[in-house]
């Protein structure tokens, strides 16, 4: 099993940022409102992830860090998905056979936190009594320590802090209802707090993108033929020096799709593009029946019954809007 552990973990962890998009998906899973993340060392030395959501049972602890252990497969169509999907119920799994993991957790309500710990797949067998509040905390140590082959391909701390912090803004992003505070080595790097209202969401913007992103963009809301875009759009003569600025979801899912991409490029491009990337913040809400967001679990593409309709509604609702304000 340590192997089979090992091999699996060659696909879900591939660096620090993806271990925490595990945790975080696990934590927003279980309803928390809260997320710390904490991370020295660009997330090799520590990533500790703690959330005040539903926490898990002394009883099911050493279960969640089991093989094929999941607790979210209820019905048969969510068998399905899982299977499509490949690798569910194995992330704390996989984590654990490369890392010295930590896993501490109160059920609401309990009267007591439990934790286990699990380093390169050595479980310690018991649980122990810990002092925790409502919620879980895993704590993720010495990532790759006993797989040197693996560590050799970890960049500079800054890299790989670098794709971590990629990851919560990502997620942050979709999550406005959700806080998550972020901490390197010692100092606030992300502070961002639930989010209910328009203004407050564009607060949120402004600090995963920056306050020049927020300032020259323009805010977009379009529904039409049971589709809805919505979101914040840079102006064509905005351009960030660094990484590329482009967020776009589909029903609340992280999308990185080559009709979109094609769909938002030509809009921008037919407007005034000067070659420049496009930055944009987009929310795309579709009937769910018609869109598959599962097509591959990593590469984050979708397939939509009707593309042709998709691509010509964000089309046009992108070139409208920039061709209103065009300079
Ligand atoms: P999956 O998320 O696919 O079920 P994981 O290996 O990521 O598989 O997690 C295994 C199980 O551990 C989950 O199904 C869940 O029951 C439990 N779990 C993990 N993290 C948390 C968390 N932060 N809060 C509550 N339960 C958790
Ligand atoms: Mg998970």
């Given at each position: 099993p340590r192997l089979a552990n090992q091999i699996a973990a060659g696909e879900v962890v591939e660096r620090p940022a993806s271990v925490a998009k595990e945790l975080l998906e696990n934590s927003l899973d279980a309803g928390a409102r809260r997320i710390d993340i904490e991370v020295e060392q660009g997330g090799i030395k520590l990533l500790r992830v703690r959330d005040d959501g539903a926490g898990i049972e002394a009883d099911d602890l050493p279960l969640a860090l089991?093989?094929?252990?999941?607790?979210?497969?209820?019905?048969l169509e969510d068998l399905e998905r899982v299977l499509s999907l490949?690798?569910?119920?194995e992330a704390l799994a996989s984590i654990s056979s490369v890392a010295r993991l930590t896993l501490t957790s109160r059920r609401r309500g309990a009267a007591q936190a439990w934790q286990v710990e699990a380093e390169g797949r050595d479980m310690l067998p018991s649980v122990q009594p810990a002092a925790h509040p409502d919620g879980t905390t895993v704590e993720v140590r010495d990532l790759f320590f006993n797989t040197p082959a693996r560590r050799k391909f970890l960049r500079a701390e800054k890299t790989e802090f670098d794709h971590l912090q990629e990851v919560v803004k990502r997620l942050a992003l979709t999550h406005f209802e959700v806080g998550f505070h972020l901490r390197h080595n010692g100092k606030g790097v992300l502070g961002l707090h639930p989010a209910g209202d328009q203004h407050s969401q564009a607060r949120r913007v402004a600090s995963v993108c920056g306050p020049a992103f927020l300032e020259q963009a323009l805010p977009l809301d379009i529904e039409r033929g049971g589709l809805r875009l919505w979101g914040w759009v840079g102006m064509p003569t905005f351009s960030r020096s660094q990484a590329d600025l482009q967020y776009f979801y589909v029903n609340g899912r992280t999308v990185r799709d080559k009709l979109v991409a094609h769909a938002v490029r030509q809009a921008y491009r037919d407007v005034l593009y000067n070659g420049r990337h496009p930055a944009f913040v987009l929310f795309l809400e579709i009937?769910?029946?018609?869109?598959?967001?599962?097509?591959h679990p990593t590469k984050h593409e979708v397939r939509f019954r009707d593309s042709r309709m998709v691509h010509d509604f964000l089309y046009g609702s992108l070139y409208r809007a920039l061709a209103d304000v065009r300079p």
């Open positions: 089991a093989r094929h252990a999941t607790s979210k497969i209820r019905e490949g690798f569910r119920g009937d769910p029946a018609t869109v598959d967001v599962n097509v």
